[in-house]
């Protein structure tokens, strides 16, 4: 009885421990398009530009890729909101090319039942103007959630906007959100489940061999 007490105690530490490094796998990887409002920018052109003003438009999720953990699904609401002062929906990048850090970081939130995702992107990875009325960006940032599938987990957000026919003429804008996290160092409290639940088996494993060879000396 002892003996299957301590096996099912090392068969639930491992399930644990299962369950942690398959937290720690979760990922988001959606797309955005800007819907039901104007998307302007400040410069001549929307290549030569150095913002996105976003605050007319609202954004809905488009696809949810396999695999995605965010809780969204089609047409789901999505919200940005620069913390400028006062805060506003404006991606500012300035006018270089290279990685830089943006003029406001930017928060990107939803919600999926009761949790609550917030991402803050903080910097410019790569800013692309080769293409005529046309801007690519990679923000980069980190992502939480109050359930927490998400701790300060790097994120990536590719955002493309063009303008058809040059100034003057409606910006299409769409993103893609990604985020993919290797399994971590565990940590302390984990080290410890996993050697509680090795050590369990271990000493199961051990009484059975022992009683086995008692068995047949008898």
Do not use: C, H
């Not at 990887?29 to 290549?47: I, K």
């Not at 400028?84 to 919600?111: E, H, K, R």
């Not at 769409?174 to 996290?181: A, C, K, L, Y």
């Amino acid at each position: 009885m002892k003996s299957a007490f301590i096996t099912a105690l090392g068969a639930a530490a491992l399930v644990t421990l299962g369950a942690s490094s398959a937290a720690q796998a979760a990922m988001v990887d959606f797309s955005v398009v800007a819907f039901d409002g104007a998307v302007t920018y400040t410069g001549d052109s929307l290549d030569a530009s150095a913002s996105l003003d976003l605050d007319q438009a609202t954004l809905l999720v488009s696809e949810v890729k396999p695999g995605d953990s965010s809780g969204l699904a089609l047409f789901d609401p999505v919200t940005i909101s620069a913390l400028t002062s006062p805060p506003s929906a404006n991606i500012i990048y300035g006018t270089g090319t290279g990685p830089t850090p943006l003029g406001a970081d930017v928060i990107l939130s939803w919600t999926a039942g009761t949790d609550a995702f917030t991402e803050t992107l903080t910097s410019a990875t790569s800013i692309s103007r080769m293409t005529a009325d046309e801007i690519g960006l990679t923000l980069s940032g980190t992502l939480s959630d109050t359930s927490g599938l998400f701790t300060d987990t790097p994120v990536l957000l590719v955002l493309t906007a063009n303008q058809a026919g040059g100034p003057g003429e409606t910006i299409s804008l769409s993103f893609t959100n990604t985020s993919s996290v290797a399994p971590a160092i565990p940590e302390m409290s984990t080290w410890a489940m996993m050697a509680l639940g090795f050590g369990a088996l271990g000493y199961a494993a051990s009484r059975r061999r022992k009683a086995r060879m008692a068995t047949l000396s008898a």
